[in-house]
């Protein structure tokens, strides 16, 4: 996969890997999916970059009930689908992500 990173402000932007983590189809169903950015150890008001994302369908993302959508009750959400990192650890894998640069990724290294 050709990476094509961009900054924007403090984060970065790379809409080619955001359609490919999509077409994945959601982690959780299979379903057509959108992009859940992993906020999880990002600074407070801050958007993660485009390659902690994983694809999930509109209701495992936002209209599901309590537990069924990641925003609509995320500790339930995990327990019954796994943390929003195994997903994202999933996701890098499905994409063929090399062992180097998931580790860079995991240390937030976007250069």
């Avoid at 339930?76 to 796994?82: I, M």
């Amino acid at each position: 996969m050709k990476l094509n990173p961009k900054w924007k402000k403090t984060r970065v932007v790379d809409s080619g890997y955001l359609d490919a983590v999509a077409a994945l189809g959601c982690c959780v169903c299979g379903q057509e999916a959108a992009i859940h950015h992993i906020r999880t150890g990002e600074g407070a008001g801050q958007r993660a970059s485009d390659y902690r994302s994983i694809p999930l369908c509109h209701y495992h993302h936002q209209t599901g009930k309590h537990g069924a959508a990641i925003h609509a009750g995320k500790e339930r959400w995990e327990q019954s689908h796994g943390t929003e990192i195994d997903k994202l650890e999933e996701t890098w894998d499905k994409l063929g992500i090399d062992e180097e640069q998931k580790e860079k990724w995991r240390q937030r290294k976007y250069d």
